[in-house]
Antibody, heavy 119, light 113 residues
Framework: QVQLVQSGAEVKEPGATVKVSCKASGYTFTTYYMYWVRQAPGQGLEWMGIINLSGGSTTYAQKFQGRVTMTRDTSTSTVYMELSSLRCEDTAVYYC????????????WGQGTTVTVSS | DIVMTQSPDSLAVSLGERATLNCKSSQSILHSSNNKNYLAWYQHKPGQPPKLLIYWASIRESGVPDRFSGSASGTDFTLTISSLQAEDVAVYYCQQYYSYPQTFGQGTKLEIK
């Protein structure tokens, strides 16, 4: 079945960089796009960006421009989201989510990765 | 950016009763090329990832119970649960996927009365 499995929880100090992975299975990896969405404690869902899994092109939310990098490894069907210059406000659960075929909605989600930024 | 505003922030409904959740976009998210509203609804339970319920404003995702339905009128969108079940307790988000950055509403927390 279609599945997205994310890497485990991370604890980072302010100013550090975190890299979260999302391994896809059960479908043809390169025919889809992948989103990253986060949810800070007590807050709603926030769209971070999207990566084309075929060509690797990306679009990021303005808020994260310069700090976020989304990449993919087609040999392992894995997507990565790297966020640098971490601040306490980046403490959140980070989700990868597949863009559905034929539309921009998010039809399959990873289980989420908790990133805690604390000194 | 397109702002999505949901109402109410929280809602308590008795089991078996109807729940109506609202979402309003700050501008049209109807694409002229296909006459579709680029709007989705997600259900989010604690400790789980969000789950897609409705897309194109009114199309139910495969496997979603038919008590869930979506409708649209201009820039106003509604998610209706016809007969609330205990397992429907969750936060519900609307999302526009018409343009980048895609944006979500702030969520409506649905509880049992």
């Amino acid at each position: 079945q279609v599945q997205l499995v994310q890497s485990g929880a991370e604890v980072k100090e302010p100013g550090a960089t975190v890299k979260v992975s999302c391994k896809a299975s059960g479908y043809t990896f390169t025919t889809y796009y992948m989103y990253w969405v986060r949810q800070a404690p007590g807050q709603g869902l926030e769209w971070m960006g999207i990566i084309n899994l075929s060509g690797g092109s990306t679009t990021y939310a303005q808020k994260f421009q310069g700090r976020v990098t989304m990449t993919r490894d087609t040999s392992t069907s894995t997507v990565y989201m790297e966020l640098s210059s971490l601040r306490c406000e980046d403490t959140a659960v980070y989700y990868c989510a597949r863009r559905a075929a034929g539309g921009n909605r998010m039809d399959v989600w990873g289980q989420g990765t908790t990133v805690t930024v604390s000194s | 950016d397109i702002v999505m505003t949901q109402s109410p922030d929280s809602l308590a409904v008795s089991l078996g009763e109807r729940a109506t959740l609202n979402c309003k976009s700050s501008q049209s998210i109807l694409h002229s090329s296909n006459n579709k509203n680029y709007l989705a609804w997600y259900q989010h339970k604690p400790g789980q990832p969000p789950k897609l319920l409705i897309y194109w404003a009114s199309i139910r995702e495969s496997g979603v119970p038919d008590r869930f339905s979506g409708s649209a009128s201009g820039t106003d969108f509604t998610l209706t649960i016809s007969s609330l079940q205990a397992e429907d307790v969750a936060v519900y988000y609307c999302q526009q996927y018409y343009s980048y950055p895609q944006t979500f509403g702030q969520g409506t927390k649905l509880e049992i009365k």
